[in-house]
């Protein structure tokens, strides 16, 4: 009985180690793929070849199945993905997720080779967490990502030998042998593996689990064979459980990777065990290896998917019956929270929402300066509209940020994500002046006010100036490029001198009896919006470059870089000089 105690210790404690790996390596590589897996995955065409492709390659690096499939999920409900597309990512994920299994089949050589002996995990996996301590020690980043892979691998390992040793006591037991018969009932082992798998969300450990009991020499085909059919249903839980919430298609997306694994078993069932009533499949009573697992995993995945994958549009319309369509109009989710089931995802799809509200900021800008050259009460609303929409990404944004910065991130999405967190507001403030150039436009049009020629050409100067700097910000505010932030000060400082020059030549033309008080109102509410649109974007690129430094509060930073102390920024002097002799008044030309 005490030997039986220590075994189960041994057992679960192998367990746990595997299980821990397995969690630790899936994470550290995600985070090595970091925002790469939605550029991949958002990039995809209607072609579900591709798709497939697609799909098998993303959940081999990440090795997880699940995370693939709520990710795929977060992107239908985000509309990065349609259903289509999905359909052929899924089918690739069942088959990326093999992968993990002839990892694990490294458990199960024998021999006295060489090379046979240095793939057995009791000698390859301290060997790969020795360099893997030695990479995460180091000081790069991506050494320690790699260490960490690495570190997790080992314990993956460790914990798979650690299972199968203490598992060999089985193969006395009775109770064990009587267990493994009857889950030969294709129904029985079928329904075990599905809800081993539900309970501990990944089929890849099921799998891994099911291989250690291999040891014991009691896992015959008969019995294996069902339960690996069950694991591939159970693995659709965390998909469905993540489509919970969702909008329709989301949900078919989730419908469409049961729809595709329940119909493969049925299908595999009636054929294979009708077949059986005439075949005495005499293979069926001899032990499994843990190789022979691997086998039987890729290829009732690869089965599936020859046969269904032609058939990708039947599994979509089964899917759209079961969630049918109403009347209501479709929604999308701006930031999907099941992204947040994988954080370098996540932090990807919150650059490009504010590289959105960025370039939505610009556009209301475009169309706010056209107003004061020709009002059009469309392009009013227009205006209105897309303030209305940046307001509502910095809402989205500011919650979805704050969630994430409590999360395990990459020292380069840890960049982003801060750069972020601080420049959300001063991308609204912009579409905020925007929109009080556009009243100032319509204050103009209500008041019949017309500028003078000289003020006409300085106006037109001094848009041109804040057109092009809001672009050059918005372009680098997307890619996260530094070369191009670091060009937006010497702008900004140049607006900043057009709007003083504008104001003094407005005040000598008033003096003049040029102009009058009530025109300079209006000149004061479009300068001002004019500048402090270029403050912002000021700001904007201030806050990435102190972020990539890591260093300086943002005025410290700011100061330095006035007086040519970073990145070489002693050309800001000849920066400034060059934006200031293009954008120079037309009587100084």
Known sequence: MTTYIFKIISLLGGLALFLFGMDVMGKALERQAGGKLQTILAKMSSNVFKGLLLGLG?????????????????????????????VGVIMGSNIGTTVTAWILSLSGLEGDSFLIKFFKPSTLAPLIGIIGIILYMGKSEKRKGVGTIMLGFMALMTGMDLMSSSMSFLKTESWFADLMVSFTNPIVGILFGAVLTAIIQSSSASVGILQGLCVTGAVTYGAAIPIILGQNIGTCVTAMMGAIGANRNARRTAMVHLLFNVVGVLMFVVIFYGLGLFIDWTFLRDPVYAWNISVIHTGFNLAATCVLLPMNGLLVKLAYAIVPEVKEPEKTELLDERLLATPAVAVQRAQTIAGQMAADAAQAMRLAIGLTKKFDPSAMEQVTALEDRTDRYEDALGTYLVKLSGMNLSVHDNRILNTLLYTTSDIERMGDHALAVAKAALEIEEKKIEFSAQAKGELAVLYQAVLDIVDRTVAAYGSFDLEQAIKIEPQEQVVDALVREVKSRHVRRLRDGLCTVEYGFVLEDLLTACERTADHCSNVAVEMLQVSEGKLEAHEYLNALKAGELYESAAFSERFARYKAQYAFPEDL
């Open 58 to 86: 993303v959940t081999a690096v990440i090795q997880s199945s699940s995370a693939t499939t709520v990710m795929v999920v977060g992107f239908v409900n985000s509309g990065i993905m349609t259903l289509k597309q999905a």
